[in-house]
């Protein structure tokens, strides 16, 4: 079993919607959750963190983690074409340097 | 730009030949990062290094490997006989802080 779990996709949404992206995990110690937007053939690009439980908002996304249950969200409002792309999330331990990712969720926003 | 750097960006060689990477971390940055990714996978930690030293390497990161960072700036990464399971996105990213890691554009390797 995978340390981090993340539905592949591909989600397929109209312009506008709001979109749900999780991921759910397995080790206790992680306190880092951060979420990365990959285009293909690029590098991931860092698009919000979050330590320990609670929300963080930056503009149309909105990062949640419930550590009690283990599984962390990813909501972007009013979605645009721009935002189609591969959705990765990773965790960390305090203490140690890797990241450990998801296997992405692919996202598609139709005009 | 002042972001990671990678070069080169795509690499395509036959198998059994030796082959290096490098990166370029953003100026201030004193921690430095290898992951690689296959299709379809999230990346996956290769090693680690605080200023030149190498602190972490992951069990993936086989005697093949090998990784330097000589004066704490740019790092390179060595594959030695390479082999048809090597190919996949070779990336680099940098930080300052430990939980805000930024990456590169990543090397393609295909090994024929």
């Known amino acids: 079993q995978k340390e981090v779990e993340q539905d592949p996709g591909p989600l397929s949404v109209p312009e506008g919607a709001i979109v749900s992206l999780n991921c759910t995990y397995s080790?206790?110690?992680?306190?880092?959750f951060m979420w990365y937007r990959q285009y293909s053939r690029k590098g991931p690009e860092l698009l919000m963190y979050t330590y320990s439980s609670g929300n963080k908002e930056d503009g149309r996304f909105t990062a949640q983690v419930d550590k009690s249950s283990k599984y962390i969200s990813l909501f972007i409002r009013d979605s645009q074409p721009s935002d189609s792309a591969t959705y990765l999330c990773?965790?960390?331990?305090?203490?140690?340097?890797?990241?450990?990712f998801g296997t992405g969720t692919r996202l598609l926003v139709s005009p | 730009d002042t972001g990671v750097s990678q070069n080169p960006r795509h690499k395509i060689t036959k198998r059994g030949q030796n082959v290096t990477f490098r990166c370029d971390p953003i100026s201030e940055h004193n921690r430095l990062y290898w992951y690689r990714q296959t299709l379809g996978q999230g990346p996956e930690f290769l090693t680690y290094?605080?200023?030149?030293?190498?602190?972490?390497k992951s069990r993936l990161l086989s005697d093949r490997f090998s990784a330097e960072r000589p004066k704490g700036s740019f790092s390179t990464l060595e594959i030695q006989r390479t082999e048809q399971g090597d190919s996949a996105m070779y990336l680099c990213?940098?930080?300052?802080?430990?939980?805000?890691?930024?990456f590169g554009p990543g090397t393609r390797l295909t090994v024929t």
């Open positions: 990773a965790m960390m331990n305090t203490g140690f340097q890797k990241l450990v």
């Open positions: 290094f605080q200023n030149e030293a190498q602190l972490e």
């Open positions: 080790n206790s110690a992680f306190q880092y």
């Open positions: 990213a940098s930080s300052l802080l430990q939980r805000e890691q930024y």
